[in-house]
């Protein structure tokens, strides 16, 4: 049951007097909760519950921080029809959509469990003692990844369970061993609450430590501010825009002692469209990126929101059936009025660029809060001059620059900033031809794609969803897939340190038969 | 031999007007030469040449930058005495010092060549495609480390050669891929313009791409801010004091494209002294921490600068006997002036807080620049009121704080801030009695030893040199031991890329050889 308190630790609190709404963007009305901002008392105690949960949760086994994640995924499977009824109202998405969504968000836990049961991922690097060595003795060094301390998550507009409440941030900084506080999205608070009330229950039946977990509601930014600023909070991890993520990075920054905010930032994943591509299969991959374009009414980071061509009859004919193409598909409801004003603005603003003609732009008539498709054509001499068109436009839209030739196509690249992902669409001979392109857009992405499109991110071990600046703030992590959990941790050595004091992980028995590197060689 | 000139790839150069020399300290006065700081032009004409030199150097393979790297190695060598008198003249530490820092930093080369022969640094992680999977097939993905482009090395002023120009940031970088510029430290510029030439002989003999470094000169922090600042420039390697480091830190977040600043700032490198060891070994510790505080004149970032225990006739006689055995030791040179005088001003602050009282300080006469040591003791409750007492002391120094009980210990612990080392002197016994004490120590630190003494810093890949802020900006990575390579690149997933265009590293055949992780098992 939804009640609109915030979660202190495993209690219910509702301090506050601010409160605030959820909308309904397809039936353009608010629903029917009442959410009740977290107070700042109730944002110290929650930090103060994480920071003592942590004393105790760093070093539970990871097995048994696997049966809490598991449990977890359980519980929200366990909220049934309730919560998917609340997913759809709060985001206007189709139900199929979140059952999809549910899903994934149940397969992350259980991968981050199955990472732990495995247990390799700690990176345990043993090189023992060596009292004989002259000049002088070695000592006995063994290092291995260790939690932060509490962790603040950000919920995503986008994806209301799989980048929110129990989504990849918090599944993975629990799986690290941090006690997180979510800031919950003010756009599906009610989704947000349902999903805290099944880690609640998961940690309460899992014998996890009280304070392990906390949901805290806010529609503006002031308790976002207050949780990233408060000196026991270690690490930060949000999904939104460039400037959400960037203000949070630099609030992060200036504190006294400065933490990593992992704000993944989005996109406009540029597709560099090839000439086998067009000459083989332009009309094939025009339906395609209608679709991938539309997708979720193209509100995901990795929207192709810039294809990339060299001027032919080929790339004309593309242009046209993409256009025609992306008019054919029924337009979606946006999540919320904001994020279709935005949309709205977003377009208007770029169709007024110099030199850009507007090739789509659906024009029947559509519900509320209804993103209406559009392609924007321009030329890569205006787009090199004008930053304004390396903009992301969240929602089912694109560009497409049409360059002169291999070269400005290069140029065009190097100009762009940090993507999470870049494609190629061609054969394996245009690799060759293009290889200075291809390597241009290598260097701007965390994802490279051949033949493909770029929504639908695997969650999987070899997966990277991150990015060079802006795409995300830190580049050497990503958000999406195991490796997810390296970004709330840090290598600690131990040296000359007693065996039986030792984390089981650097136990010379190796209890816990995972992979290590001793003296130099991978070994279970 | 030395010009005095920068080193703009493999050219000789000097435009600017300004100039400055270098100075020994022993001797108290100015070296022979002179050094031309780097002008505008000629930081810009080094990065534009790095970017250059990064196109080709990413992708020549792991065993040809491995030669590179050995070739440097046996170049430093080949200097011979001009070497080590330089440095010698130019530091004023002794002879066996500047050997065994040139054995060191040999050693840090050929292990950083080391890593690339063996290759499985990359952390190749291969999932291959599933096209029959249900409900959607899964794409091929595979993912590793790539270089993030140019990289700026500032010198140390305490490592003339282990942490400045071929030192291991620099090894690190060129080992990942990374073109550097070094920005020289203006204490030991004559040093690094041989270590420069060492290493643009090195790049001509194994064909290294040229601009894959540069060395730079100046004496104010001008030319460094420049450097930081520059787009092209993709990260930045600093080891020096809390001031230096953050300001350099902000620089680089304040930029358009923020980039990582590896600083490692130093500490004070906590030592807690619990019972046994002062009932059982007191005046051997005591002995051996006279030594460890006056090494190099104190002027290491391992420098056990807080000692601290719980009040007990035992910790009373150990800090007499620990006061006596410093007096004992010949006092030596510190490296600058500027140094000496801040050590001056450090102790005399220190000395004159409030419930300081001063145990030992170094009276008889003493050479030009050399730095008196000092033993200052505290009692807990003054040291928790006075955030001063916190500060390191750059020099052969160390403050002993004298705590009522374990709790007390624990508190001061938990105030301090993030430290490169921790350390703890005891039995197993006490380990198990004080284990709050000891898991708060763990939780600042990045290494955390037993029963030894924090400086002596083993090149390893099982080291962290590193920690929580201020020891240094970015605790998830080290500075020393082969780890530090990942501080300069950043994972790339190629999603669908034809086999035979992907790197080496990733290609079904696993031609280098290396250890992988495909399909969730580690693998040859």
């Known amino acids: 049951m939804i009640t609109g308190s915030n979660a202190i630790g495993n209690k219910l609190s509702k301090q506050g007097k601010l409160t605030y709404k959820t909308f309904n963007p397809k039936e353009n009305k608010e629903t029917e909760w009442t959410f009740y901002e977290a107070t700042s008392t109730e944002i110290d105690e929650a930090v103060a519950l994480a920071v003592e949960a942590f004393k105790l949760y760093k070093d539970i086994p990871g097995v048994k921080k696997a ?21 759809c109202k709060e985001s206007g998405l189709p139900q199929g959509r979140a059952i999809g969504e549910r899903g994934r968000t149940m397969g992350q836990l259980r991968s981050f469990a199955a990472l732990l049961e495995e247990g390799s991922w700690v990176e345990a690097v043993i090189e023992k003692g060596q009292p004989q060595r002259e000049p002088m003795p070695k000592a006995d060094i063994r290092k291995m990844l260790v939690p932060l301390g509490p962790v603040v998550v950000f919920g995503a507009s986008n994806f209301p369970l799989a980048f929110s409440t129990a989504g990849g941030d918090t599944a993975s900084a629990l799986a690290a061993g941090c006690p997180v506080i979510v800031k919950s999205h003010p756009m599906h608070s009610g989704t947000g609450e349902l999903v805290s009330q099944a880690i609640i229950k998961a940690a309460e039946k899992t014998g996890m430590p009280y304070g392990v977990f906390s949901n805290l509601n806010s529609s503006g930014i002031a308790v976002g501010q207050q949780l990233v600023k408060h000196p026991k909070v270690k690490a930060v991890g949000f999904t939104g825009s460039i400037s959400g993520g960037t203000a949070l990075y630099k609030l992060a920054n200036e504190r006294k002692e400065p933490i990593p905010v992992f704000a993944e930032m989005g996109s406009i994943n540029p597709v560099v469209v090839l000439p086998s591509a067009l000459e083989e ?22 929207n192709p929101g810039l294809l990339l061509g060299v001027k032919s009859p ?15 598909l029924e337009p979606s409801s946006m999540l919320h009025p904001n994020i279709y004003e935005k949309y709205q603005e977003g377009k208007k603003e770029l169709s007024a660029q110099q030199g850009v003609t507007v090739m789509a732009d659906y024009e029947k008539a559509v519900g509320e809060n209804t993103g209406r498709p559009a392609i924007l054509k321009v030329d890569g001499i205006d787009f090199l001059k004008n930053t304004k068109l390396h903009k992301e436009v969240f929602g089912p839209f694109s560009v497409i620059v049409c360059c002169d030739d291999a070269a400005q196509l290069e140029s065009v690249l190097n100009e762009l900033e940090g ?12 690799l060759e031809q293009y290889d200075a392109v291809v390597e241009a857009l290598k260097n701007r992405v965390g994802r490279i794609l051949f033949n493909g499109v770029p929504t639908g991110v695997e969650v999987c071990s070899s997966m990277v969803h991150g990015g060079p600046f802006p795409a995300s703030t830190d580049s050497r992590f990503t958000s999406v897939g195991t490796s997810a959990i390296k970004r709330w941790v840090r290598p600690v050595s131990f040296q000359d340190w007693p065996n039986k004091f030792l984390p ?7 209890p816990l038969e995972i992979v290590r590197l001793e003296e130099g060689i991978y070994t279970k």
């Open 281 to 302: 299969n332009g009309n094939s991959w025009a339906t395609k990126y209608a679709s991938s374009i539309t997708l979720g009414a193209g509100q995901f980071c990795t």
């Open 67 to 87: 049966v809490f994640l598991k449990a977890i995924a359980d519980e929200i499977e366990a909220l049934g029809d309730e919560l998917i009824d609340t997913y």
């Open 419 to 430: 993507q999470l992902t870049g494609t190629v669409l061609g054969s394996e001979n245009d």
């Open 504 to 510: 089981q992980a650097l136990q010379d028995a190796n």
């Open 314 to 328: 080929e790339l004309d004919a593309f242009i046209s059936t993409l256009s025609e193409e992306i008019l054919k």
